[in-house]
């Protein structure tokens, strides 16, 4: 385990993606998937518009929440919404964002009837809903399995999202990949899937991302 572990150190210290939110003050690699995934799809836009309420399921250590931040304190400040409202929710701590009270973060399981009841239900609809859940991997059957669970899980929460809003969540790449493009196709205006260059070559990775929820 531990030189498993060193292999891995040693990986993430030659990534050019984690040099480069390194330089640039993202918390992890992760914030270029979703810049790339929105450089493509504009899934920040729901009808011509930045969403007002957005929700991002496994979003430790927060550099998904860091990109929409961003993206949102680009808008000049007399247009910025005075009820927008991100919501983190993880298994793992989130460390707070100053400055930011729009940001809700929680310590929780998707899986749990306290965060679809306590944390999703009361806020009604959102125009962005983000994952990039993953579990933790064995090296077998079961890490494919329990991605499956996460994936199935996620797209229950469209319940949770306003008509003509979009979706992107993370999958392994599987026989259930087409299942599920299948099964959601008529639900969106558009659904594609797409592996962002700063998803790792050896990653089975991908994001299925839907737009204009129907």
């Not at 330089?23 to 930045?50: H, N, P, T």
């Not at 919404?81 to 940001?103: M, S, V, W």
């Not at 797409?194 to 070559?201: I, L, T, V």
């Amino acid at each position: 385990m531990a030189k498993k572990g060193k292999t891995w150190i040693k990986t993430q210290l030659s990534d050019s993606w984690y040099k480069k939110a390194k330089r640039e003050g993202y918390r992890s690699r992760a914030a270029y998937k979703l810049i790339q995934i929105d450089l493509k799809y504009k899934i920040f836009k729901v009808k011509g518009k930045f969403p007002k309420k957005i929700l991002d399921l496994g979003a430790a250590p927060g550099a998904w929440i860091e990109v929409i931040l961003r993206k949102y304190l680009e808008i000049p400040a007399p247009k910025r919404y005075r009820n927008f409202k991100i919501i983190g929710i993880d298994l793992t701590t989130i460390r707070p964002f100053e400055n930011a009270q729009f940001i809700e973060t929680h310590r929780t399981d998707i899986f749990s009837e306290k965060c679809e009841k306590e944390i999703i239900q009361p806020e009604k609809l959102f125009d962005v809903i983000l994952s990039d859940l993953a579990p933790k991997t064995s090296g077998d059957f079961r890490d494919v399995a329990n991605q499956e669970a996460m994936v199935e899980k996620v797209f229950e929460f469209t319940k949770y999202l306003k008509k003509h809003g979009n979706i992107v969540v993370k999958m392994f790449q599987s026989e259930f990949t087409n299942e599920i493009m299948k099964k959601w196709k008529m639900h969106f205006r558009i659904l594609k899937r797409m592996k962002p260059p700063a998803s790792r070559e050896s990653s089975r990775e991908l994001y299925i991302i839907g737009l204009n929820f129907i």
